[in-house]
């Protein structure tokens, strides 16, 4: 399971260190692809064969689901991870992410999450604002 936060530096050439903490059940090879919320989705490729598996799945009928599907698999991209544990973001994830040089790995089970450090932090506190409204949701539907 991938959960924890960790700060990185991106370095001039767009590459960042995986956290070591990540780096054995990500693997060799990953696929990144936008995310929600302005940041960047990581997933281990078995975890990617499954996303992409139900994003064909969805129904063709539907501009939503042709959307969506387009935004997930155009913007997807498989990755190596590098000897010292480093990707590469391609540029056009990483203007899309807004990534400057402090990012942010975030463990959310089955895919790392990217982000700015100043997206991240003013997300976090937005979400922590409305912990308790989200925690009653959570209960309604048996979660908590």
Known sequence: ???????????????????????K?????V???????????????EEWAKVSEKLAGLSLGQADT????????AGAIEVDIDTLGRILIPEFLKSFARLESQIVFAGVHTRVEVWDEFKWKEYKETILGRADKLAEK???IGVL
């Open 25 to 29: 059940e990500l693997g060799g090879k």
């Open 31 to 45: 696929v990144i692809t936008h995310g929600l919320d302005q940041c960047l989705w990581i997933y281990p490729i």
């Open 138 to 140: 959570l209960g309604e």
């Open 66 to 73: 042709r959307g969506f599907s387009r935004f997930m698999l």
């Open 1 to 23: 399971m991938l959960i924890g936060e960790y700060t990185h530096n991106l370095d001039s050439k767009k590459r960042v260190s995986i956290p070591a903490k990540f780096r």
